[in-house]
């Protein structure tokens, strides 16, 4: 079956540990790492006909490229396409990679793995033509050994991966296809730390003093027994805290657990406004020799859900103000980008932010890492479905075989995540409704606790009470309520409520044990730019949720009045209302954050992307971000909308969100239409005025002083475009990312609110575009190309570096507007 061509180019692994001395070293550098980056310089190949299906040999036709890759966001968006458009009516198919590469002589005597971060889907490896195993889950990263089949020295091997998306649908969402995250070989001596082998936590916590236990899983691969140090040094940033040694002997081609504990004087503790965070270093010797070494990231925290008081953190009392995020990147796909994520984290925590939910699966290792690093609540969850399907060809089909084994890689993989405070162990699951749901329930939390007691455990339900949404007080009211079977069933920790914010302020008297929390809340529609001129004429949905809304403006797009809702949810303002009001209430997580790919809500052609986030797929907030902003952080907020280009004398309603003022004054070419002052729970305040070109002016005042001035022009025709990095220096190393926003402007300088022209993009320099995008909901145009219509006066390029310090000239260019240029340097 196999036949592959001479690979191109050739990689070297050095795995020998360097340890490095210098006092002034940080703890990486010290510490070196036992994995390097397996990324670079694979051949892939994507069968696209019926002859060369499932086969590769010496006539198939290969491209190098480097890996995280994802070949569906390459295609063309296919109204027939068989992923849906719950898929993003992008295809799936099936790809082979393969890389040949050089493994040190001197690594001979040890241990080498590779390890894959996720590879969607389906996945089959051979190494030098042996085979390894297979793994159909598309998120969860897993391992293989590959030491009994390498060769060493000067002699190649080969390395080949299967991946099969070609079944569809198998998601509800944009999956993408390949190995989209990121791939590592590993190299340890015969006596070394476990793969996800160290579990700490940290059960007593004062202000003084926190215990911190240590448990380490130690393999023994020699074939005798083997007397051995452990030792784990805790770090706080460079400095050394505190360590612990412990002499073992571990049997022949044994497992060992060691437990071991230390105490750290006056603990730096994590939390979301202050994510303090520790390093373990965990050392195995023998003879004196320190032959492996192990690092853990870790944070010191206390905290509970509490039936009344909602969550606490270190003893005070935090409402959870999350989003929910699909794992794809926008126009990057869902291959994995460091940068990428943590711009996205950026640009929600300047929201405040402060809690993810991995809807609806293990996300990728490094959205944890930056989670750990920012300070975000995350729910991290295991599964969309059970048994029962939801598309056709999903992962309910493998849950017998693979169930319990991608739970427990995950719980390994993650429990020592600081950011981590629940688990959920599935989302809107079917099975909820009957004894079938209980009992996989059950089983799924029985795992969760053998591995990490920890942290609550819950699950997304819709919802946790059968309701009458037309008529819910009163049925509330005549106490009607009849319990979600998996919700009153005592096996959850944690009552998960996806939507149902009427039922709120119920919960209490509904679940008198058990702690609440907002699994999925709001699903609110907007496409970022577009009005109604007058937002009460915007209609809701009728009641069948898969037609189209009424009262939207043509070519599916949604008025980014907080007034378009699916039936099933709420506004923004509506269910942050009843969240922000009650202390038992521990808080939300927004349906979503980002739009994302598939999904289009409506389900309807010619839209491929959702119209959910607050922020949509280019990155570009919608107006509803400062409403949230004006309510979640500390910062001065005065934002008014919409745009101020319509026809003379049409009826405009303009809308504030602002804060720490009594009032804000709205002014149309110097002249006062009014104050309003926000009344009860309000969130906005609003003016119905008649459209008069010039200049709308909005003054928050508070005690008669201003506060804030904010205004907006009417543009005149598009006449040139304005770059913007959000880095202007990068990294010179082949993953870092400058994320470019276009502004078409009027001759003054003004953004021209309407304009939708077609940009071209072109790039001097080491490096590449590698995405562009308008966040539009209905764009048909690659993600992967250098050109792209802006929408709503904007756009975005992404430029990536190469391996070479120097500049990176960004020029973009449109038919009857200057162009612009920006330079980025990187090093």
């Not at 397996?38 to 590769?56: A, G, P, Q, R, Y």
């Not at 925590?349 to 699966?361: A, D, F, L």
């Amino acid at each position: 079956m196999f036949k592959p061509t001479a690979h191109k180019k050739i990689g070297l692994l050095f795995a020998s540990l360097l340890l490095l001395t210098a006092c002034k070293k940080s703890v990486d550098e010290k510490f070196g790492n036992r994995k390097v980056s397996f990324n670079e310089d694979w051949s892939f190949h994507l069968n696209d006909s019926i002859v060369d299906k499932d086969t590769i040999g010496t006539s198939t036709k290969w491209r190098t490229l480097d890996v995280p890759h994802d070949w569906s966001i390459e295609g063309k968006f296919d109204e027939k396409s068989p992923a849906g458009y719950g898929g993003g009516s992008l295809s799936g198919g099936l790809g082979w990679y393969t890389k040949t590469f050089k493994v040190a002589a001197e690594d001979s005597t040890k241990i080498t793995s590779i390890t894959f971060d996720g590879v969607y889907r389906n996945s089959e490896v051979w190494v030098n033509g042996h085979y390894l195993g297979k793994r159909p889950n598309g998120y969860i990263g897993f391992q293989y050994e590959i030491t009994p089949y390498l060769n060493y020295g000067d002699k190649n091997n080969e390395i080949i991966v299967k991946v099969d998306n070609s079944k569809q649908p198998n998601s509800r969402w944009y999956s993408g296809s390949g190995i989209f995250r990121n791939v590592w070989i590993e190299t340890t001596d015969k006596l070394h730390v476990g793969q996800w082998g160290t579990y700490i936590t940290t059960p007593k916590v004062t202000a003084e003093k926190a215990l911190v236990n240590i448990e380490t899983t130690i393999k023994n691969q020699y074939k005798e027994d083997k007397k051995a140090k452990v030792t784990t040094t805790i770090f706080k940033e460079d400095t050394k805290v505190t360590s612990v040694t412990q002499d073992i002997t571990i049997s022949a081609n044994g497992n060992q657990i060691v437990k071991q504990s230390a105490e750290v004087e006056n603990p730096a503790l994590w939390s979301d406004e202050k994510p303090e965070l520790y390093t373990a270093v965990t050392e195995i010797s023998l003879d004196d020799k320190i032959i492996d070494q192990y690092k853990t990231t870790f944070g010191i925290r206390d905290f509970k859900f509490d039936l009344n008081k909602g969550f606490i953190l270190n003893g005070k009392q935090v409402k959870i103000k999350g989003v929910c995020m699909h794992h794809d990147l926008g126009p990057l796909g869902s291959a994995i980008n460091t940068r990428a994520i943590e711009r996205q984290l950026e640009i929600l925590k300047e929201m405040g932010v402060n809690g993810i939910r991995t809807s609806h699966n293990p996300p990728a290792p490094e959205l944890l890492q930056l989670c750990d690093k920012m300070g975000f609540i995350v729910m991290d969850e295991a599964f969309d479905m059970w048994k029962q399907n939801k598309t056709k060809y999903d992962y309910a089909n493998d849950w017998d075989k693979w169930h319990k084994q991608d739970l427990i890689d995950q719980l390994l993989r993650d429990r020592n995540h600081a950011s981590i405070f629940m688990w959920s162990i599935g989302n809107e699951i079917p099975e909820q409704w009957n004894e079938t749901g209980i009992e996989i329930a059950k089983e799924l939390a029985a795992i969760t606790r053998q591995y990490d007691k920890t942290r609550p455990i819950t699950a997304g339900m819709n919802p946790p009470v059968n309701m009458n949404i037309d008529d819910v007080t009163l049925q509330f009211e005549k106490k009607n309520v009849s319990i979600n079977p998996l919700a009153g069933s005592g096996v959850l920790d944690l009552i998960g409520y996806n939507y149902a914010h009427q039922t709120f302020e119920y919960h209490l008297k509904n679940f008198p044990n058990t702690p609440f929390i907002a699994t999925e809340t709001t699903s609110g529609l907007q496409t970022r730019g577009y009005y109604d001129a007058v937002s009460d004429t915007i209609k809701k949905w009728p009641v069948s949720w898969d037609k189209k809304f009424e009262g939207g403006n043509p070519g599916n797009t949604v008025s980014a009045y907080d007034q378009v809702q699916t039936p099933w949810g709420s506004t923004h303002e509506a269910t942050w209302k009843v969240i922000k009001k009650h202390d038992f209430l521990a808080g939300m997580y927004v349906w979503t954050g980002f739009d994302y790919i598939g999904e289009p809500t409506p389900y309807e052609w010619p839209s491929v992307s959702s119209y959910f986030g607050i922020v949509d797929l280019a990155g570009f907030p919608k107006d509803v971000y400062y409403m949230y902003q004006s309510e979640w952080t500390d910062k001065t907020v005065l934002h008014i909308f919409p745009h101020w280009n319509w026809k003379a004398g049409q009826t405009v309603d303009v809308w504030a969100y602002y804060n720490k003022a009594d009032e804000v004054e709205l002014f149309v070419n110097g002249k006062s239409v009014g104050k309003r002052s926000k009344k009860g729970d309000d969130l906005h305040i609003m003016w119905r005025i008649p459209f008069e070109a010039g200049t709308l002016k909005a003054i928050s005042r508070k005690d008669g002083k201003v506060v804030l001035e904010k205004e907006i022009k009417t543009a005149g025709n598009p006449s040139q475009l304005k770059l913007t990095a959000d880095r202007n220096t990068i990294k010179a190393d082949k993953n870092d990312l400058s994320f470019i926003t276009v502004d078409i402007l009027d001759d003054k300088g003004t953004i021209a609110p309407n304009a939708n022209n077609e940009i071209n993009f072109s790039l001097k320099g080491n490096g590449k575009i590698i995405g562009v995008c308008s966040g539009d909901p209905v764009s048909h145009e690659s993600y992967k190309g250098t050109k792209h219509t802006a929408l709503a006066g904007k756009c975005l390029v992404i430029v990536q570096s190469g391996d070479k310090s120097g500049r990176l000239e960004l020029t973009a260019k449109a038919n009857g507007l200057k162009q612009s240029t920006i330079v980025i340097t990187t090093e």
